[in-house]
Nanobody
């Protein structure tokens, strides 16, 4: 499975962005998917996850209520809608896939990673 994230950019605080992650492969619909981010000088951290069906989602406390993860298995796509963005949301955002199918919070449990997309929020 190959993953490719897109949709990053520069936005003012309070603004919105929608990240997309496209996946190759016919087994995408079985995978749990997640979004992670990494700011300069910091470790990669969990942002949001969704199970194979889209029925279960999890969010980091720092983004809950502002970000929404979703998926469209018919299009092999996962999305991260980011609203009310803050300067502390600035990071490179990565999408990841897990063969187990569940919504997983731990970085080490993911099997596939896309290249990152930069999100910069100005104050």
């Amino acid at each position: 499975v190959q993953l490719q994230a897109s949709g990053g950019g520069l936005v003012q605080a309070g603004g919105s962005l929608k990240l997309s992650c496209s996946a190759s492969g016919r087994t995408f619909s079985r995978y749990g998917m997640g979004w992670f981010r990494q700011a300069p000088g910091k470790e990669r951290e969990f942002v949001a996850a969704i199970d194979w069906s889209g029925g279960s989602t999890y969010y980091a406390d720092s983004v809950r209520g502002r970000f929404t993860i979703s998926r469209d298995n018919s299009k092999n796509m996962v999305y991260l809608q980011m609203n009310s963005l803050k300067p502390e949301d600035t990071a490179v955002y990565y999408c990841a896939g897990a063969r187990v199918g569940y919504a997983i919070l731990e970085t080490v449990s993911y099997d596939y990673w896309g290249q990152g997309t930069q999100v910069t929020v100005s104050s």
